[in-house]
């Protein structure tokens, strides 16, 4: 599967951004998405889950209550809306696919390009 981001930008400290992700070459809703991030000089981490339905989400505690990830299987995209939004959010998020949700925040089998950012203070 092919997985396109975009939606990253500069943003002020409490701002929003949503991200969102195409995937195109195999059925949306054989995969769970998700969404990760790699800050400079640092490993890139976990950040959101969804299941094929969507009915399943989880996140990580830095990001709990103010990030929401979502998809639209008809539009065969996921989002992640990003609110109240800190300078340490700053990093390149990419979107991820795997075909098993309780794996695709370890160990994912398809990845985007990434989309930067950046939130000043």
């Known amino acids: 599967v092919q997985l396109q981001a975009s939606g990253g930008g500069l943003v002020q400290a409490g701002g929003s951004l949503r991200l969102s992700c195409a995937a195109s070459?195999?059925?949306?809703?054989?995969?769970?998405m998700g969404w990760f991030r790699q800050a400079s000089g640092k490993e890139r981490e976990f950040v959101a889950r969804i299941s094929r339905g969507g009915v399943y989400t989880h996140y990580a505690d830095s990001v709990k209550g103010r990030f929401t990830i979502s998809r639209d299987n008809a539009k065969n995209t996921v989002y992640l809306q990003m609110n109240s939004l800190k300078p340490e959010d700053t990093a390149v998020y990419y979107c991820?696919?795997?075909?098993?949700?309780?794996?695709?925040?370890?160990?994912?089998?398809?990845w985007g390009q990434g989309t930067q950012v950046t939130v000043s203070s």
């Open positions: 991820a696919a795997k075909d098993e949700f309780a794996a695709i925040a370890t160990r994912p089998d398809y």
């Open positions: 070459g195999r059925t949306f809703t054989d995969y769970a």
